[in-house]
């Protein structure tokens, strides 16, 4: 097949009613083409437009548009949350690990993949570039493909290389990829870093997500030695790590010697840092996130967050009660893949309090809130107000724990309300 690109408009053309499209996420938002799509909204009905958390705008989501497009949300993020309550969108829980399986599978039967390349090296090679996650299932499960061909793309090694031959169109453009950025973490934030940062042994393997508290946690650990990373996606924060020689990826299971993850998000600096840099592996989320890859890394450590935390152990990461507000993602994946993996460590932190003063160590999850870490997957529970260990422990042994690391403002009222609903 010969590289011949075509305009925007032209290229999507090839989406019709009833579609159901793919786009590639996170920084990898092909917006250009998603712009293309959206201008179609009078002549095209029913199209599902499906993809995980993505950066950017995302002009089809207007609930105005809803007889044009639907939503189909794998990860729920701020540009698409209205459509829930305004009915033009609609979440799927799965786990990350997983979604390649719904288009394998035909359950999410693909007419169209909408990717964002990089330009083809002199081979007709691609690369996906910061986001592979479940774009390579979806290219191979689609009909069609389109891809957003970008010189600032950068071409990053691993599994999300592709040949021009499996692409149907190209739209060229050269344009920065969104980039997000973190202020310098609260003092709560820090001190949460600091306990995390005491958890972790040197020749760990760290799984880590984007935030204040991953932030936090990675500014405490200059002076620990020959750690990994094999982690669902990463910013700017391990760069520093990795020139300093902390994160070595030496004593990893998996790949030893390289950094692993599925997709990337942070400023420029990130883009450029793995532009072409064969230290950083991409590797597709079913293998990522693979419980049984994952607990082959000695002393994996899991650090994830959560929206509240109940004194039995349950863990609701992806609801405000019955209101979805995220999803599912990885977060079970890695906590049961390093719950066993050899001398691994599973860890939920949070802030004691939301901003608004409401805590969230609670006595019960709120009415239809969503369990994404059960209390049986559940180890180490971290606030700035210490560290509660659970794994082991009997339920009694748990409250007791969990209310230690409340907000003392909150610590009687959360006691006294869990024992009168026994």
Known sequence: MK?????????VKIIKSNDKVYLQAAAAVPQVLINAMTQRHEELRNVEVCHLHIEGEAPYANPDLRNSFHVNSFFIGRNVRHTLKAGNGSYTPVFLSE??????????DLQVALIHV???DNHGYCSLGVSVEATLAAIENADHV????????????????IHISEIDYFVECDEPLPEMSLGQPTEIEQKIGEYVAELIDDRSTLQMGIGAIPNAVLSKLGNHKDLGLHTEMFSDGVIDLILKDVITGNYKGISPGRAMATFLMG??????????????EMKTCD?????????????????????????????????????MYSGVGGQIDF?????ISEGGKAIIALPSVTRKGISRIVPSLKPGAGVVTTRSHVHYV??????????????KERVKALVNIAHPDHREDIARNYFEML
Do not use: W
């Open 3 to 11: 590289y011949t690109p075509v305009s925007a408009e032209e290229a």
């Open 99 to 108: 979604l390649p399986l719904l288009f394998k599978r035909n359950i999410v």
């Open 118 to 120: 990089s330009v083809p």
């Open 146 to 161: 389109i891809a957003q061909v970008n010189k600032q793309m950068p071409r990053t090694h691993g599994d999300g290389i």
């Open 267 to 280: 400023t420029k600096r990130l883009y450029d840092y793995v532009d072409d840099n064969p230290y950083i």
């Open 287 to 323: 293998f990522v996130n693979a419980v049984s890859i994952i607990r082959q890394n000695k002393k994996m450590v899991a650090i994830n967050s959560a929206i509240e935390v109940d004194v039995s152990g349950q863990v609701c990461a992806d609801s405000i009660g019955a209101k």
């Open 335 to 339: 906590i049961r893949g390093a719950s």
């Open 382 to 395: 971290i606030t700035e107000y210490g560290v509660a260990n659970l794994y082991g422990r009997t339920i």
